[in-house]
C-alpha cells in the first residue's frame, strides 16, 4: 500500500493544500489529506493492482513457460542432430 501512496501523496497533496489552504483550518485539511491518501491507496491496491498482478502472474507466466519451452525444445533439437552428425563422422 506504501507505493501507490508514494505515488498519490505530493502531487495531489499539494493541489489540495495549493486551493484550500486560505478556506479552511489547515489541521483539517492535513487531517482529509490523509484520510484520502490513504484511502484511495487502499483502493488502488485492493481494487487495481492485486487484480492485475493475479492476471499478469497467471497469463504471462503461461507465455512465458511456453516461449522458454520452444527454447528448450529447440535447442535439444540442435544438440540431437550435432551428436548424430559426430556419429555419423565417427562410424566411417
Do not use: W
Amino acid at each position: 500500500m506504501t507505493y501507490p501512496l508514494y505515488l498519490l501523496h505530493q502531487r495531489i497533496g499539494y493541489i489540495i493544500f495549493n486551493n484550500l489552504m486560505g478556506h479552511y483550518n489547515k489541521y483539517l485539511i492535513l487531517a482529509g489529506t490523509i484520510t484520502l491518501m490513504i484511502t484511495t491507496s487502499f483502493i488502488i491496491v485492493k481494487y487495481i493492482a492485486a487484480p492485475l498482478s493475479n492476471y499478469f502472474e497467471k497469463y504471462l507466466g503461461i507465455l512465458i513457460n511456453f516461449f522458454l519451452d520452444l527454447r528448450y525444445k529447440s535447442a535439444s533439437l540442435e544438440t540431437k542432430g550435432i551428436e548424430k552428425i559426430s556419429n555419423s563422422i565417427s562410424d566411417k
